[in-house]
């Protein structure tokens, strides 16, 4: 029987609905619920501790070693609290009282079980335990550090041995020090059999302290696995870019938040306005959180991030000389690869191939649904190596940049298209002036055209986009502008991007995986 | 504008040209197919520029050569500019074996030896000039083609062609947007070329005698003129012989000097492009 089970919990006040949602904690087990703020982290913890907000409607069943303590009374509760769980919340010294000494707080809980003969060993235990010194009984909340008061108030919650802890943030106000001080005693009481259920926004805590980790996004479970599974290889595309955000997962990248969009709305999956692959079905219902063949259990009505584009098994020779062997290239929904090697190794071939330029001698080029396609928004689109050559000279900016758009038919009238391509050369950061409008490409300098040919290529909102050494042309101040505000399209626009340079500092700043040609093959 | 000072220069000159020989068409009263006075008279008074041995006027010949050998030049160098871009066009981007079938008649064209040809057809045909400006132009146009070709297979080949064809461009959009702009200017000042060509071999053709005998040409009065014996040995020649010689170099001068110098500006061309420097 599971320790703590919620069954169609579901919390709602004004502006905000968690849930429904199903867990179940087994006994000794350590659970991390991961989750930005706002996701609703903290009312489901709330929820389960029954320390409901009041103005909060709470639904759904709870059940603590069988009892639906949903249903308890307050004075029922009070007889399990401590007892059968307790909760530690983000910071400790405001929950104390400022004006008690730690001992006396901490007998307050011992009294319940223990004689009073009992409490000074008792506690003194517990400190040891802790790793906090003696001298710290006789001290006030205000008299102690930010972690040891977190781990006084976790002394406290334990003192009557619970089967269950509930942590709210433990350590987010802490250094990492005092973080690992702190999780180390949260180590030694998981080692007594005690289950927990760790609340944060902090993806190496939940590596670092749970076996299984729940994602929670806009107040829905997204995503829910082993926590090593699903660090590394994470499946909803909510939960890839929570861990993309993180520093310490990857210390050569620049950071990049999951792009910014309106909050969740209407009766859609909540991620919906942010991800990066979503369809229609997305914006109109919720989907279900389902077990995968593995085990874990994911809702997303892609069933997880996409592959966009998977090419396998690619042969290419070149006037009698071979140069892809066996090459194989994933591209996922909303992801930069970064594709480096020498000259001559490939990569530009890799591109065309991929692009549908050049036809492989073997092998097949897979793309999800129409992201392929060239001609239809939401495809597939290429930004040349050579931008010179990919604008046609006499034409205007206006022109060369409406005119996928204007093929696709996808402009009703002239203002429309401007306005289109006013958008793109922004985002490029090209200025959207008339005047510029109207100037002849062939005028343009290297980085102007080489923007141009990107605006182009964002004005058909493509899914997969790749740059073929889109700064191969350029001076290094350039250059690191180009790539930069490129990572910066990618991560706005959402597409996947395969982008190919020959610069490997550069390919580890912007790219969430890097490859390198390797003997005709991405490596 | 100043950097355009030659094309303002040879144009003045052709409409100088042009604007002279009109007053000698229809100012002038003598005609210039019958007799209108003694033969062999020297410029004066009453014939600007002498008479012929028949008497015929010789500023009234010169002019109605200067538009018969205008208008065939031009009718040609039009014929040419057509058919050479449309073939150019169909070598470059006709599917596989049409655009071939296109380039061997090209190239068989090209190969052609001008001169005996055109000798021989002149002898059979040279007597309608309709007939003539067409056998001209079928040999003008080949060279024009083979420009087109190569421009447009250029073109055809760039990055920003092909991304319009992946963005669902068809041909005719193509040829439209891209490809046409990039060839009409090429093809426009070689049919210029063509013009200067036409007016030379018509003479030409008109000197040998395989031309209309009728017409007013300045081919036939150099070779009227030349064929008369003992011309050198009198002044007859200095006006009956030297006006159509001069008239007809002037002419040339100026029409090929001009497409040279267009060919020039045409982009892409010499120091035409503009370098851009990098970013």
Same mark, same amino acid.
């Given at each position: 029987m599971a320790l703590l089970e919620a069954k169609g919990l579901r919390v709602e006040y004004p502006g905000f609905v968690l849930g429904p949602l199903d867990l179940a904690v087994q006994p000794g087990e350590?659970?991390?619920?991961?989750?930005?703020?706002?996701?609703?982290?903290?009312?489901?913890?709330?929820?389960?501790?029954?320390?409901?907000?009041? $103005?909060?409607?709470?639904?759904?069943? !709870?059940?603590?070693?069988?009892?639906? !303590?949903?249903?308890?009374?307050?004075?029922?509760?009070?007889?399990?609290?401590?007892?059968?769980?307790?909760?530690?919340?983000?910071?400790?010294?405001?929950?104390?009282?400022?004006?008690?000494?730690?001992? *006396? @707080?901490?007998?307050?809980?011992? *009294?319940? $079980?223990?004689?009073?003969?009992?409490?000074?060993?008792?506690?003194r235990a517990l400190l040891e335990e802790a790793g906090l010194p003696d001298g710290t009984l006789d001290k006030t909340p205000g008299q102690l550090s930010g972690g040891m008061a977190q781990k006084c108030m976790l002394a406290m919650a334990a003192a009557l041995r619970p089967p269950l802890l509930l942590l709210d943030e433990p350590t987010s106000a802490l250094d990492e020090n005092a973080r690992e001080d702190f999780l180390r005693f949260v180590d030694k009481l998981h080692a007594q059999g005690?289950?927990?259920?760790?609340?944060?926004?902090?993806?190496?805590?939940?590596?670092?302290?749970?076996?299984?980790?729940?994602?929670?996004?806009?107040?829905?479970?997204?995503?829910?696995?082993?926590? @090593?599974?699903?660090?590394?290889?994470?499946?909803?595309?909510?939960?890839?870019g929570l861990l993309a955000s993180f520093p310490e997962l990857y210390p050569l990248r620049d950071l990049w938040g999951i792009r910014p969009a309106k909050g969740p709305e209407g009766k859609g999956c909540v991620f919906c306005a942010?991800?990066?692959?979503?369809?229609?079905?997305?914006?109109?219902? @919720?989907?279900? +959180?389902? /077990?995968?063949?593995?085990? $874990?259990?994911?809702?997303?009505?892609?069933?997880?991030?996409?592959?966009?584009?998977?090419?396998?098994?690619?042969? /290419?020779?070149?006037?009698?000389?071979?140069?892809?062997?066996?090459?194989?290239?994933?591209?996922?929904?909303?992801?930069?690869?970064?594709?480096?090697?020498?000259?001559?190794?490939?990569?530009s071939t890799l591109c065309a191939v991929a692009a549908g330029f050049l036809a492989p001698d073997a092998g097949t080029i897979e793309f999800e649904g129409e992201s392929g396609r060239m001609d239809r928004p939401g495809g597939m689109q290429l930004v040349a190596q050579d931008s010179a050559a990919a604008v046609n000279p006499r034409f205007t900016v206006l022109r060369a940049a409406a005119e996928p758009g204007l093929l696709a038919g996808l402009y009703h009238g002239e203002?429309?298209?401007?306005?289109?391509?006013?958008?793109?050369?922004?985002?490029?950061?090209?200025?959207?002036?008339?005047?510029?409008?109207?100037?002849? *490409?062939?005028?343009?300098?290297?980085?102007?055209?080489?923007?141009?040919?990107?605006?182009?290529?964002?004005?058909?909102?493509?899914?997969?986009?790749?740059?073929?050494?889109?700064?191969?042309?350029?001076?290094?101040?350039?250059?690191?502008?180009?790539?930069?505000?490129? /990572?910066?399209?990618?991560?706005?626009?959402?597409?996947?991007? +395969?982008?190919?340079?020959?610069?490997?500092?550069?390919?580890?700043?912007?790219?969430? $995986?890097?490859?390198?040609?390797?003997n005709g093959a991405p490596v | 504008m100043r950097k355009n000072w030659p094309a303002f220069v040879l144009g003045g000159m052709l409409a100088a040209l042009a604007v002279f020989f009109a007053l000698g068409l229809w100012a002038n009263p003598r005609p210039a197919d019958l007799p209108s006075g003694d033969s062999l008279q020297p410029p004066g008074a009453g014939h600007l520029l002498g008479t012929d041995n028949l008497g015929v006027d010789i500023y009234a010949q010169l002019s109605g050569g200067f538009f018969s050998s205008m208008a065939l030049g031009l009718v040609c160098a039009a014929g040419a500019f057509v058919l050479g871009t449309a073939a150019g066009m169909a070598a470059a981007l006709a599917p596989g074996g049409a655009a071939a079938a296109v380039d061997l008649v090209i190239h068989l064209f090209l190969a052609m030896p001008q001169l005996p040809v055109l000798v021989v057809l002149g002898a059979f045909f040279g007597q309608s000039r309709a007939v003539l400006a067409l056998i001209i132009t079928l040999f003008s146009w080949?060279?024009?083609?083979?420009?087109?070709?190569?421009?447009?297979?250029?073109?055809?080949?760039?990055?920003?062609?092909?991304?319009?064809?992946?963005?669902?461009?068809?041909?005719?959009?193509?040829?439209?947007?891209?490809?046409?702009?990039?060839?009409?200017?090429?093809a426009a000042v070689n049919g210029l070329g063509v013009c200067g060509r036409a007016i030379l071999q018509?003479?030409?053709?008109?000197?040998?005698?395989?031309?209309?005998?009728?017409?007013?040409?300045?081919?036939?009065?150099?070779?009227?003129?030349?064929?008369?014996?003992?011309?050198?040995?009198?002044?007859?020649?200095?006006?009956?012989?030297?006006?159509?010689?001069?008239?007809?170099?002037?002419?040339?001068?100026?029409?090929?000097?001009?497409?040279?110098w267009l060919e020039r500006r045409l982009p892409g061309r010499a120091t035409g492009g503009k370098q851009d420097g990098a970013a």
């Open positions: 350590r659970v991390a619920v991961l989750g930005e703020s706002g996701s609703g982290k903290t009312t489901l913890l709330r929820a389960l501790a029954r320390l409901d907000a009041p $103005r909060a409607a709470v639904s759904g069943q !709870i059940l603590l070693a069988g009892q639906d !303590i949903g249903a308890m009374r307050e004075t029922q509760l009070r007889a399990l609290r401590m007892e059968q769980f307790a909760l530690c919340f983000q910071n400790a010294a405001q929950w104390m009282n400022p004006s008690a000494t730690v001992y *006396a @707080q901490l007998c307050e809980v011992l *009294a319940r $079980r223990y004689p009073r003969a009992a409490w000074p060993a008792r506690a005690i289950a927990t259920v760790t609340v944060t926004h902090d993806v190496t805590v939940a590596r670092r302290a749970a076996d299984r980790t729940l994602v929670l996004y806009g107040g829905q479970l997204v995503e829910e696995g082993g926590t @090593q599974q699903l660090l590394e290889s994470p499946r909803h595309p909510y939960t890839r942010r991800c990066t692959q979503s369809v229609p079905a997305c914006a109109e219902r @919720q989907p279900p +959180l389902v /077990k995968m063949q593995d085990g $874990r259990k994911l809702a997303c009505h892609r069933g997880g991030v996409v592959c966009r584009m998977r090419l396998r098994g690619i042969h /290419k020779a070149l006037g009698g000389q071979p140069v892809l062997r066996d090459a194989a290239l994933e591209l996922y929904a909303g992801e930069t690869v970064a594709l480096t090697g020498p000259a001559g190794s490939g990569k203002q429309e298209a401007r306005e289109a391509v006013c958008r793109a050369l922004e985002m490029v950061g090209l200025p959207a002036g008339e005047a510029f409008l109207q100037r002849c *490409a062939g005028e343009l300098s290297g980085g102007q055209l080489q923007r141009l040919a990107l605006a182009r290529a964002l004005t058909m909102q493509p899914s997969v986009l790749i740059a073929d050494e889109p700064t191969a042309m350029l001076d290094a101040s350039s250059r690191a502008n180009v790539l930069r505000m490129l /990572k910066g399209v990618q991560n706005a626009a959402g597409c996947a991007m +395969l982008v190919v340079t020959h610069d490997r500092a550069a390919a580890e700043k912007i790219a969430d $995986r890097v490859l390198a040609m390797q | 080949a060279p024009i083609a083979k420009q087109v070709r190569a421009a447009a297979a250029a073109v055809r080949g760039r990055m920003y062609v092909r991304l319009a064809a992946r963005y669902g461009g068809g041909l005719w959009y193509i040829l439209r947007a891209h490809i046409l702009p990039e060839v009409l200017g090429l018509e003479s030409s053709l008109a000197y040998l005698g395989l031309g209309d005998p009728l017409a007013r040409s300045w081919g036939l009065m150099i070779s009227k003129a030349s064929r008369f014996s003992g011309i050198y040995f009198t002044d007859y020649w200095l006006w009956w012989l030297l006006p159509p010689v001069l008239a007809l170099l002037c002419t040339l001068l100026c029409v090929r000097l001009l497409a040279r």
